[in-house]
Nanobody, 118 residues
Framework: QLQLEESGGGLVQPGGSLRLSCAASGSRFSIYDMGWYRQAPGKEREVVAR???????DYAEFVQGRFGIYRDNDKNTMYLYLNRLKPEDTAIYYC????????????WGQGTQVTVSS
């Protein structure tokens, strides 16, 4: 069982930056593919960025080079750097971990709120 805890959300002005962290515990973090998802009010949860267990990354189209996803396997932590934030980035950001083709090994954090407003 893997436990995930997000932190780093908050209120930021348009154009500002934040760093989100996802701390993992309880299992071998390095074997999991990780990802950040977000859910805005009244909308479905959507993928923001993903990083595989070997460090390959991909991003949603709306990211447009503004965000960066990283992982530190020594610290059992994943990060999402959010830059040039826009009001439409306002959402709850969730951390996800899973093992490919093993749906029974998928875990979510509780989420962290990001609000972009002047």
């Amino acid at each position: 069982q893997l436990q995930l805890e997000e932190s780093g959300g908050g209120l930021v002005q348009p154009g500002g930056s934040l760093r989100l962290s996802c701390a993992a515990s309880g299992s071998r973090f390095s074997i999991y593919d990780m990802g950040w998802y977000r859910q805005a009010p009244g909308k479905e949860r959507e993928v923001v960025a993903r990083i595989t267990n070997v460090g390959s990354t991909d991003y949603a189209e709306f990211v447009q080079g503004r965000f960066g996803i990283y992982r530190d396997n020594d610290k059992n932590t994943m990060y999402l750097y959010l830059n040039r934030l826009k009001p439409e980035d306002t959402a709850i950001y969730y951390c996800n971990a899973k093992i490919r083709e093993r749906p029974e090994f998928e875990y979510w954090g509780q989420g962290t709120q990001v609000t972009v407003s002047s």
